[in-house]
C-alpha cells in the first residue's frame, strides 16, 4: 500500500503547534504581523496574496494588505520596503514575486531587512542556511522537510534526488537535507535541465523531490520501487477541455511504485503556506525578544 502523503492535515498540526507560541506573544502584548506588498495585476499573484492574509486571520496573525501600482516607479516599492523594515510593529515582510520588469527581484530581496525576511531569500539568510545555522527556513524547503517528518521518513544516510536547483526550492532544500540536522545527514544529488540521464539519477534515490515546473515529467519508469516521491509541482494544464493542476510527477504511474507519495493539490502547497506563519511567529518572537516554544 503506498501511503498518500496529506498535506493539508500535517499543515493543520502545524497551523495548531503555533497557537502556544501566538498566545505566548499575545500575554506579552505582542500581535504577529505580516505585511504582504502586491505589485502585480497579476490574478494568480492576487490569489496568492489573498490566501495568505487570510491564513494568517485565522490563526491570529495580523495581516497588513500594502498594494502598489505595477506602473509605478521601482522607488515607490523601495520606499515602501524601507517604510515596513522601520515600522517596529510589523514582524515579517512579503513581496509577492514576480515583481513588474521593471525591477529586478534581487534588488527587492536585498532591500528587506534579513530580520523580517520571512521568506528566507535574503543573501544574509541564505548564507547562514548554508553554514547550518539558519534563522528563517524558506517556507517551500521547510515545508518538505515537515512533510517526511510527518511521513516518518528517515533522511538520514538516504540518497536522496532533488530535480530543480532553484533558488527558492531545489537550492535551500538541497542544503538543508545534507546538513548535520534533524532531517538532514542526505546525500543529495541536485539535477537541472543540464543534467545528464535524469532517470539514473531518479532511480537510484530512496527519496525523489520533484521541483521543476514541468508537468509529470517524472514518472514511475523514473522511480524505483519502494522510493518516497514528494512533489513540488503544481502546473496548470487543459485536460479534456477543462482546466486542472497537476504536479511534477505523473502521480498514478508514480504511485504504483512509491512507498510514499505526495498528491497535487493537497501535499506540499499547503505546508508552504504553514511555514510562512510560523516564519512570521518567529520574526515576532525574535524581534519582541518573547521567547515562544516553536
Ligand atoms: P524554476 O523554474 O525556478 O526552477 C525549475 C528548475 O527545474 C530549474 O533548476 C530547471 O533547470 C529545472 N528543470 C527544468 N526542466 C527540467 C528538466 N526537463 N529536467 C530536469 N530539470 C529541469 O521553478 P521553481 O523552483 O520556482 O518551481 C518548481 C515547481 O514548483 C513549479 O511547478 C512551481 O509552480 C512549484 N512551486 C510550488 C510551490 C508550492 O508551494 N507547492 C512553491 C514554489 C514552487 P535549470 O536551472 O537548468 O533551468
Do not use: W
Not at 479534456?240 to 504511485?255: C, I, M, R, W
Request: aromatic share 2%.
Amino acid at each position: 500500500m503506498t501511503d498518500i502523503i496529506d498535506g493539508n492535515a500535517v499543515a493543520a498540526e502545524v497551523r495548531d503547534g503555533l497557537s502556544g507560541a501566538i498566545d505566548t506573544l499575545d500575554d506579552a502584548g505582542v500581535t504577529p504581523t505580516l505585511a504582504t506588498v502586491l505589485m502585480s495585476d497579476d490574478p494568480a499573484s492576487q490569489t496568492y496574496v489573498s490566501m495568505k492574509q487570510q491564513d494568517c486571520e485565522e490563526v491570529g496573525i495580523e495581516a497588513l494588505d500594502v498594494e502598489i501600482d505595477p506602473d509605478a516607479p521601482a522607488e515607490e516599492l523601495f520606499d515602501t520596503v524601507a517604510d515596513l523594515n522601520a515600522d517596529p510593529d510589523v514582524n515579517g515582510i512579503l513581496v509577492q514575486m514576480p515583481v513588474p520588469d521593471h525591477i529586478e527581484d534581487r534588488d527587492v530581496i536585498r532591500a528587506i531587512d534579513p530580520a523580517k525576511d520571512v521568506d528566507g531569500f535574503h543573501p544574509e539568510n541564505v548564507g547562514r542556511l548554508v553554514a547550518g545555522d539558519p534563522v528563517y527556513k524558506p517556507c517551500t524547503p521547510h515545508g518538505v522537510l515537515k512533510l517526511l517528518d510527518a511521513a516518518d521518513v528517515e533522511t538520514e544516510g538516504a540518497d536522496v534526488t532533488v530535480v530543480g536547483r532553484s533558488n527558492i526550492v531545489g537550492k535551500p532544500l538541497a542544503n538543508l537535507l545534507i546538513q548535520k540536522a534533524d532531517y538532514g545527514n542526505a546525500t543529495v544529488t541536485v539535477c537541472h535541465s543540464r543534467t545528464d540521464d535524469l532517470a539514473e539519477k531518479t532511480r537510484r534515490a530512496d527519496v525523489v523531490i520533484a521541483a521543476v515546473g514541468v508537468p509529470e515529467l517524472v514518472d514511475g519508469s523514473m522511480i524505483a520501487d519502494g522510493t518516497v516521491v514528494i512533489d513540488v509541482g503544481v502546473n496548470r494544464v487543459e485536460r479534456d477541455g477543462e482546466s486542472t493542476l497537476v504536479g511534477d510527477v505523473d502521480f498514478e504511474s508514480a504511485k504504483a511504485k512509491a512507498s510514499a507519495i505526495t498528491p497535487v493539490p493537497g501535499g506540499v502547497g499547503p505546508m508552504t503556506r504553514a511555514m510562512l506563519l510560523y516564519n512570521t511567529v518567529k520574526a515576532a518572537s525574535r524581534q519582541a525578544d518573547v521567547p515562544v516554544d516553536l
